[in-house]
């Protein structure tokens, strides 16, 4: 029971206009504590969500601070790019900073089709004189029947909420209003406003990757993101999202040749990026035209060079859109890669048959079920079956299942049955575990 | 569809015209161009691939100072020197100085023909990065342009793909003057169309769809689920007629004060809801409080 001794007795001017209650969780953590961010269980790694609940889960409780998620885009650009839209409204709603870049779409269009959090709980920074609904006496009886002593206390919960909380739900079909947008910091990179400027050092990056990577290096440093930054202020977290790189609009010919002469251009910039990223207060998400991209050796060392990979195959357009098998779902994803940070082993997700489904007020990631053959013998599903070699052989003639052989075994967790049919020349046992009778 | 797409992109359109050497595309390129020319656009062709005079054929010559055709057949690469439009041209700049000076005040539509011309000189991602601009800029209308798929490799017919708001493939068909036209069509919400359609052309250049579309049509967000109404299929009564209804709002609630108490209630403890909580002896507050390292 952690009662917090020092809340009592707080005067009630001090209480700012949010709080509802006096109750404040006490904080006895070492670890620095910038809201929306939370310990990971498995290796204290301080985690961020991506604003998908489902694939929090899958990357083992969040993306760890510092690393990248590679997203390989399915053929149409259309769920990845509603996957970085959630990293960055997560981003909003946490109050993150972020960072877009982008050489197709003005960084600003993407900004502006952020999705819609679905507001139960999350503080909407609106400048509240009084922590009153401003609203008549009369509407506000005729308001609530039952809960009337309720109805002036502030509907919005305190800002703690959004720090306990860990990962939002979107409505896909409204956009985030711009009061909410606004309020978050966003730097752009918007490759045709930056004239590239032929670079003298014959280095293997092209220069639309240089003038990225400079960018970011800048804002990293000028906003103290490093980690090494001595600003006793509170850290916040650089949300960096970069759309379609290796795309040919980077001036990159990856997507474009069999064998690219800028064969290294984006691995040299994902390496670079690491790099940076390790030593700041900063998550990546990189989405990488895959399907364009003929050479998989290459493909296959942009994948270890990020942290976590995962690929997004939609069905649409192929032959797999209508298969029954799929009608319930959008595409497959794939998880190419999870990271190992500070450990030996990693925590790789149990299922390989992910599909995923975009809903309107969630992004859902499943395994598909392949789904069990209707003529399966009821016995097979009621029970568990051990198939078990050592039994006398059995007569095949006769037409009635007969039970021929039954020995069991007493052990002190469970007792086995040994039950030979004879009509099938299959032998079951059925082991039943509980309590010893 | 491919009617549809006839009667004008939208601006801001990109339309790349697929074909391979099986089955050619230029017919589908002049039906378009045709259809433009019906609906009085200024349109801007830059032919690299077959002459004026084979390109004019059967297009529509009311009004010829509505189409303007630069001749880079001749002379594509500039070897002599002639006043042609040649392949090195192929750059933003350039290209909004052409149409600019030879239109008027309404933007134009640009026909390339082909693409795959230009794809062999000029590296795919600076004509990517030129397409992009001319399509983000307002000197055209929309940009028609003909790629044979065959001719290049598979990422580079796919980043050009990629830019693509409309893909129109021709595949040939079973009949001799018909062909398969697989159209891919992206709307600025990011839906994703894709059709396929069976059509042939007229010697006046009208095509004519045969068959039905077989569209395979997919929204991007699910419909709202169906709310599930929990009062069907029970054995019981759950649902209210409207006498008893209004019988139900008309019940007094126990504990329901007139308006002048409420108010006068409401007023006066304003968020006074304060928990004073002073541990004493009895109390097990503990130090180390086990839930602190809970993951919820």
């Known amino acids: ?437 | 569809m491919l009617s549809e797409l006839l009667q004008g992109t939208d601006t801001g359109g990109f339309l790349v015209i697929q074909d391979s050497s099986s089955c050619t595309g230029r017919h589908l390129l002049k039906s378009f161009i045709n259809a433009a020319l019906n609906r009085e656009e200024n349109i801007h062709v830059l032919g690299f691939e077959v002459s004026e005079e084979e390109l004019g054929e059967g297009l529509n010559t009311s009004a010829p100072q509505r189409l303007h055709f630069h001749n880079a057949y001749s002379d594509p690469l500039g070897w002599t020197d002639h006043l042609t439009f040649t392949v090195h041209q192929f750059c933003l700049d350039e290209l909004t100085h052409l149409v600019k000076q030879t239109s008027q005040s309404k933007p134009a539509t640009l026909v390339i023909d082909s693409l795959s011309w230009i794809l062999r000189h000029q590296s795919p991602p600076a004509v990517c990065k030129t397409l992009q601009q001319l399509k983000r800029g307002g000197a055209v209308r929309a940009i028609i342009g003909l790629l044979h798929a065959d001719m290049h490799q598979k990422g580079t017919v796919g980043s050009v793909c990629h830019l693509a708001t409309s893909v129109i493939t021709v595949a040939p068909g079973m009949k001799g003057d018909e062909a398969v036209a697989k159209i891919t069509k992206r709307s600025k919400s990011g839906k994703v169309m894709q059709y396929e359609e069976i059509f042939s052309i007229k010697d006046d250049l009208t095509v004519i769809v045969q068959s039905k579309p077989s569209h395979l049509e997919h929204k991007q967000t699910d419909p709202e689920e169906q709310q599930m109404d929990p009062t069907a299929h029970l054995t019981f009564n759950l649902r209210l007629s409207d006498t008893e209804r209004k019988a139900k709002e008309k019940l007094a609630l126990p504990f329901v004060f007139s308006k002048e108490k409420k108010t006068a209630l409401l007023h006066s403890g304003q968020g006074s809801g304060r928990i004073l909580y002073e541990p004493d002896a009895n109390d097990d507050y503990d130090q180390e409080d086990p839930d602190d390292d809970l993951d919820v």
């Open chain 1, 1 to 437: 029971m952690a009662a917090p001794v020092d809340s009592v007795g707080k005067p009630s001017a001090e209480r700012s206009p949010f709080n509802s209650t006096s109750f404040q969780k006490k904080t006895r953590s070492k670890l620095i504590s910038i809201p929306g961010t939370r310990p990971s269980v498995q290796n204290g790694q301080l985690l961020v969500s991506t604003g998908v609940t489902s694939l929090d889960y899958l990357l083992g409780g969040g993306l760890a601070v510092g690393t990248v998620l590679l997203i390989e885009e399915d053929r149409y650009d259309s769920y990845s790019r509603m996957i970085l839209k959630y990293f960055l409204a997560e981003g909003v709603v946490c109050r993150h900073e972020l960072f877009v870049a982008a050489a197709q779409d003005n960084p600003d269009d993407i900004l502006q089709e952020l999705p819609a959090p679905i507001l139960d709980d999350v503080a909407i920074h609106k400048p509240v004189d009084q922590p009153r609904l401003s609203c008549e006496p009369q509407d506000s009886l005729d308001a609530m029947k039952i809960a009337w002593r309720y109805q002036n206390l502030p509907k919005v919960q305190s800002a703690l909420a959004s720090t306990s909380r860990f990962g939002h739900y979107y409505d896909v079909s409204k956009t985030m209003e711009p009061e909410i947008r606004q309020a978050a910091k966003c730097h752009r990179f918007y490759l045709p406003e930056h004239p590239t400027q032929s670079s003298t050092t014959h280095s293997p990056m092209i220069e639309s990757y240089s003038a990225l990577l400079k960018s970011l290096q800048e804002v990293i440093h000028r906003e103290g993101f490093d980690i090494a930054a001595s600003m006793p202020k509170s850290r916040n977290i650089l949300r960096v999202g970069l759309h379609s790189l290796g795309s040919a609009l980077w001036g990159d010919d990856l997507s474009c040749h069999d064998n690219p002469r800028h064969s290294h251009a984006l691995t040299t910039f994902l390496y670079g990026l690491r790099a940076l990223l390790r030593s700041s207060l900063a998550v990546a998400v990189v989405t990488v035209p895959s399907h364009l991209i003929q050479d998989r050796a290459l493909m296959g060392s942009i994948t270890r060079l990020c942290d976590n990979a995962i690929a997004l195959e939609s069905f649409k357009g192929s032959e797999r859109e209508t298969n029954p098998l799929y009608k319930d779902y959008h595409g497959l994803l794939h998880v190419h890669q999870v990271p190992h940070l500070n450990c030996l082993a990693s925590q790789l997700p149990d299922h390989k048959d992910l599909a995923f489904k975009l809903k309107r007020k969630q992004f859902t990631i499943e395994v598909c079920r392949q789904g069990y053959s209707v003529q399966s013998n009821c016995l097979s599903r009621k029970l568990s079956i051990h198939p078990f070699h050592n039994v006398t052989d059995c007569n095949p003639s006769s037409e009635k299942p007969v039970c021929t052989f039954v020995c069991y075994w007493v052990t002190k967790s469970k007792v086995k049955l040994l039950i030979v049919l004879c009509w099938c020349q299959s032998y079951y046992s059925v082991t039943f575990r509980g309590n010893r009778v």
